[in-house]
């Protein structure tokens, strides 16, 4: 027996009616698109979908065939960005069986955005229906294979057509999904790190800990003055000082230490508050491990990482899972963590996780809700 009843969880989905879909993948064309995904490039046969208006709030609950969107040009989102997202993955296990990995953290999550956006509050039992009824309905585009999933793509958008600024009398609430292969496709192998002290993400007061795309948007200055200088991923410091590690662009930052306790960047605002990290912390306190949650100073860890202090650095985030992180490069330096080679503890934690969510391993907290 489950913590999470998948009768319950049915009785959600259930409130989303089936439309009908005329042209679904073949077989055929299905298998051969879930066999080689890269990651987000191709999509599956429906999506799941809802719209609020201010006078009656929810209503349509549907499982749709997936389709272009009708938008007017002058919806809201075109002009102002008032959007936000989740992500998350339906893993399948040996058995056949089916199953999400904390879906009501993103449920929450989804509604602390939405208050920092001023769009409307989605009630956490249509978060998990509508996850679980696409999933339902799109069961056999779950992948079989390990470490490839169906991610799933939660969002919501003001689709009014209206130029002025003021929170929309009209939100629509679509959950897409995709059959995706690794984040980072091969072999694990550290990624470089752009540190990025001149363009920022966000600020204080800002939307940092809100999932928008606003966020994403301002990250790629940073991104792809990384990328000229060789490094594939980008890591933010706080706007106001220029003082502390904050994040990537989208994964939250793990430092290892000789002694084996374990620093992370706290939740200032400024950082998205990752399902992943909490979970990474809960599964390392289980242990016995200290892990800080804490403001980490760049020059302390360049210094700590050249003295052997620090010995391991990793991202994690639901997409790349945990992701050892082997340099940090920047106008003014260049250093190379431990020996750069994947750290024992890093990979430790990335099988474990990995392990829970396909079934492999015990779920010690009831994370797993099972779907299908
Ligand atoms: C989504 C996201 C993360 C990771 O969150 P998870 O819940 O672990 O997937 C980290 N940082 C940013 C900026 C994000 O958008």
């Not at 390990?146 to 003001?158: D, N, Q, S």
């Not at 020996?339 to 990995?354: H, I, Q, W």
Request: glycine letters at 10%; hydrophobic letters at 40%.
């Amino acid at each position: 027996m489950t913590h999470h009843d998948p009768a319950a969880l049915d009785a959600l989905a259930a409130q989303f009616t089936v439309l009908d879909n005329p042209s679904p993948a073949s077989d055929a064309k299905r298998a051969e698109l879930i066999d080689k995904p890269a990651f987000g490039e191709v999509f599956s046969d429906n999506m799941a979908r809802m719209t609020w208006h201010k006078e009656g709030g929810w209503s349509d609950r549907r499982i749709e065939p997936y389709a272009p969107l009708q938008l007017d040009p002058g919806a809201s989102v075109l002009h102002y960005a008032q959007e936000i997202f989740e992500g998350l993955k339906a893993y399948r296990h040996a058995d056949g069986s089916t199953w999400l990995f904390r879906p009501d953290a993103n449920a929450q999550r989804f509604q602390d955005s939405a208050r920092r956006l001023y769009l409307p509050v989605l009630p956490i039992d249509d978060f998990l229906g509508s996850v679980a009824a696409l999933v339902q309905q799109d069961i056999q585009w779950v992948p079989g294979r390990r470490e490839y999933t169906l991610y799933l793509r939660p969002f919501m958008f003001a689709s009014e057509s209206f130029l002025g600024v003021r929170a929309p009398n009209k939100v629509d609430y679509c959950v897409i999904a995709s059959p995706s292969g690794p984040y980072f496709p091969g072999e694990i192998k550290p990624v470089s790190i752009w540190v990025e002290t001149t363009y920022f993400r966000t600020g204080p007061g800002g939307t940092g800990f809100a999932k928008c795309g606003g966020n994403y948007a301002a990250s790629l200055v940073g991104e792809y003055r990384g990328v000229e200088q060789g490094c594939e991923q980008v890591c933010f410091v706080d706007a106001a000082t220029k003082t502390y590690l904050e994040e990537l662009g989208g994964m939250n930052m793990m430092v290892v230490h000789r002694d084996g306790h374990v620093e992370t960047p706290s939740l200032t605002g400024n950082i998205l508050p990752g399902v992943t990290r909490r979970s990474l912390i809960q599964l390392m306190r289980d242990e016995g491990r200290d892990v800080v949650e804490t403001m980490i100073v760049l020059d302390e860890l360049l210094e700590q990482i050249a003295s052997g202090e620090v010995t391991e650095v990793f991202a994690c985030g639901t997409a790349a899972i945990v992701t050892p992180i082997g340099r940090f490069k920047s106008e003014d330096f260049d250093v190379t963590v431990g020996d750069g080679a994947p750290g024992k503890l890093t990979m430790a934690l990335r099988n474990k996780l990995l392990g829970i969510q396909m079934g492999e391993i015990e779920d010690p907290h009831d994370w797993m809700w099972r779907v299908n």
